[in-house]
């Protein structure tokens, strides 16, 4: 499946890998617009739509499926080797992608995820969204309370108020359904047959108040990612990128330059 891309560059071109930014849960390319930008003062960069989000293609939902997306969309764009940033579910998406397709991947920086089953109330989350019942026509301030009815938090609020379709005739944009249908595994963490391993440079970046990266999953990072290293980023959960744009944006262009 050939996903949507966002593409940015800088005004003179060079030679080193380009950079594809992979977004989490409910989120779609441009959510991580702020990195991309500066990502793309230097570097080409692409950022991608993973499927059943943003303007990519609706399907059923799994880790491999995921991957080979974004292995035909970054070969289709001439984009490889690259170096692969993802997040939350995005981070998965990288990570299985670096271990079943190591050339196409020159480095990796994972935001707050491990290699490992990390359910943390997203399935019922998605459930609690299909529930929902939208009016005849919806503006912003509308929709945001009714995404109140089922989410706290204004931050992620905002996030899936991105997927909504406002206006007369509102609805998701995103593959709600499919999402909720493969909830499952977008929790877990497939079998990776053993002696595959991603032996280039991979950041792990997490969040000091984040359960989602924590010392129980120290070995399985070091069995597939040997040449890794593992940033805390302090008084931040599992939206770090968005909590603390700054300190993410240090840590992931010192790594880049890098390498």
Not at 9 to 18: A, G, Q
Not at 60 to 81: F, K, L, S, W
Not at 156 to 170: F, K, Y
Not at 225 to 240: A, D, I, S
């Amino acid at each position: 499946m050939l996903l949507n891309v966002i593409e940015r560059k800088p005004e003179v071109e060079n030679s080193r890998p380009p950079v594809v930014f992979l977004h989490g849960l409910y989120g779609r390319a441009r959510n991580l617009g702020f990195f991309q930008r500066r990502i793309a003062e230097k570097r080409r960069t692409l950022a991608i739509d993973l499927r059943n989000h943003g303007d990519s293609p609706h399907g059923p939902g799994d880790y491999p499926a995921m991957a080979q997306d974004v292995a035909e969309t970054i070969i289709a764009h001439h984009a490889m080797p690259a170096a692969i940033i993802g997040h939350s579910m995005g981070g998965k998406v990288a990570m299985l992608l670096a271990v079943e397709h190591p050339e196409l991947v020159s480095s990796l920086v994972i935001g707050d995820m491990a290699p490992a089953r990390t359910g943390h109330g997203q399935g019922k989350l998605a459930l609690d969204l299909l529930q929902l019942k939208f009016p005849k026509r919806l503006d912003r301030a509308n929709a945001n309370n009714l995404l109140s009815t089922v989410v706290e938090s204004q931050q992620v609020r905002d996030l899936l108020l991105q997927n909504i379709r406002l206006g007369d005739d509102p609805g998701w944009t995103m593959g709600l359904q499919e999402i909720a249908e493969s909830i499952v595994n977008i929790e877990n963490w497939p079998y990776v047959p053993e002696g595959h391993v991603y032996d280039g440079p991979v950041l792990f970046i997490r969040g000091e108040n984040s359960p989602y990266v924590s010392e129980k999953h120290f070995d399985i990072m070091k069995k597939l990612f040997p040449n890794h290293q593992l940033e805390t980023m302090r008084k931040v959960g599992h939206w770090l990128h968005a909590e603390d744009p700054e300190t993410f944006s240090s840590f992931l262009t010192t790594f880049l330059d890098a390498y």
